[in-house]
């Protein structure tokens, strides 16, 4: 494929080299479980517990994060497109359809109708 093809399929509302951020969110996640461990435990045996709580808190948020993360990270190209996955079709605000044009089913069952099952 041709970079002049990529480019004519683009919309213009994302940059050519967009990736994910999801590996860049999974090291801030895990740096964040890692201080919060350490002020949870730190404060902890300093006799605070209020702050102790709070990096309790923190921890909770982080590791909800990284079990998002992973999440989202093993659902594959759909979540975290490559260089061969083609952006999506944009909305022309025009009235056209969107999806397979007439004639084709879309590889749905039913043949593409409505309310088919």
Do not use: K
């Amino acid at each position: 494929m041709l970079e002049s093809e990529v480019i004519a399929m683009r919309t213009g509302s994302e940059p050519v080299t967009a990736r994910s951020p999801l590996r860049m969110r999974l090291w801030l996640s895990v740096w964040g479980t890692a201080w919060a461990l350490f002020g949870l435990v730190a404060f902890w045996m300093n006799g605070r517990p209020g702050w102790a709580a709070a990096c309790a808190v923190v921890l909770l948020l982080a590791v909800v994060d990284l079990g998002v993360i992973t999440y989202r990270m093993r659902q594959g190209p759909h979540y975290q497109p490559g260089r061969d996955v083609p952006p999506y079709e944009p909305d022309h605000g025009d009235g056209r359809p969107r999806g397979p044009g007439p004639g084709t089913d879309g590889g749905r069952p039913g043949g593409g109708r409505p309310g088919a099952p």
